[in-house]
C-alpha cells in the first residue's frame, strides 16, 4: 500500500520544481541578447516517467526498426517558439513567461495539496478516529 | 533540487540589473558633461549581459536547465559628441568648441524603466519560490 501512496503527484511535483527554475531562469535574461527562452513539455516529460504514457513502439522482432530519436516525445529541453522575434535575438517575451510561472506556481501548490490531503487522509485512518 | 537554484538565478539577474540601473544613473548624472577635448569627453555606458550557465546544476537529462545572467563588462557608446561653439566656455578649446556628452537622455530614461521592470519580475519570482519552499517544508502538517 504504501509503495505509491502519492500516485503521480510525487512525480508531479518534482517535475513543477524543475520548471520552476527554467521559467526563473527565462525570466533572468529577459534582456540577454541571443538568449533563446526554454521549456519542457510537461505531459510528455511526466508521461516519460510512466511507463505506458509516452506512446513507444515496442521492436519485439529482430527486423522491427527501432524508432528514430526525436521522431517520438521526450522529455527533453525545448525552445520556444516566440510570437514576435525581437531584434536582439532573445526570444523571452515577458507576458508569456509570466503567464507560465504563475500557472506553474499553482499547479505546485495544487500538487502539494494532493500529498496533503493524502497524508491528512492516511493520518486520519492510522488515528480512527 | 531547483527550486533552490532560483534563488541563484533570480539573484543573478537582480545584480546585472542593477548594475544597468547605475550606469543608466551614471549616464544621466553625466548628461551635461563637457569637455574641450572630443576624446576625454564623457560618454554613455552600458552593461553587455550575457547567459551564464550553472555547471554544478545538470538537473534535466544531463542538460543545464537553469543557469543566470551576468555581465560581461561595461562598454562605452561610439557615437560621436556633439560640438558647440562656444568661446566663453573655460573648457573650450583653442578654436572656441566644446564638446557635450553622447548620452541621450530619452535613451537611458527607457532603460531605466526596463531595468525597474526586470528587477521587480525577479524579485516576484524570488518570492514565489521562497513561498512554495515553505509551503513544502511544512508538508503533511
Redesign the interface.
Known sequence: MFDNIFGIHEQA?LLH?????????N???????N?KA?D?DFAAVLGSSDEQLPLTLSTSHAAHIAPLEGALPS???KYRNPYQASLDGNTVE?PVE?AA??EN?VR??AS?QF??NR??ELQLAIAGQ | ???F??FN??G??LN??TI?LNTTASNLANAESVNGDPSKVYRARHP????MLDPS?T???G?N?????RVLGVVESTSPPTMRYQPDHPLANKDGYIYMSNVNSIEEMTNMI??Q??FA??VE?VN??RD?LL??IS??H
Open positions: 511535483l520544481g524543475q520548471r520552476i527554475g527554467i521559467l526563473a531562469n525570466l533572468a535574461n529577459a534582456d540577454t541578447p538568449f526554454r519542457i522529455g527533453e529541453l515577458m509570466q510561472f504563475s506556481n505546485y501548490q502539494l500529498i496533503n497524508i491528512a | 533540487m531547483s527550486l537554484n532560483v538565478t533570480a543573478s539577474a546585472a540589473q544597468r553587455v549581459f550575457k547567459t546544476d538537473g534535466f537529462d542538460e536547465a537553469t543557469a543566470g545572467v526596463s531595468a521592470r526586470s519580475t525577479n519570482a514565489t519560490a512554495l509551503k513544502t508538508m503533511g
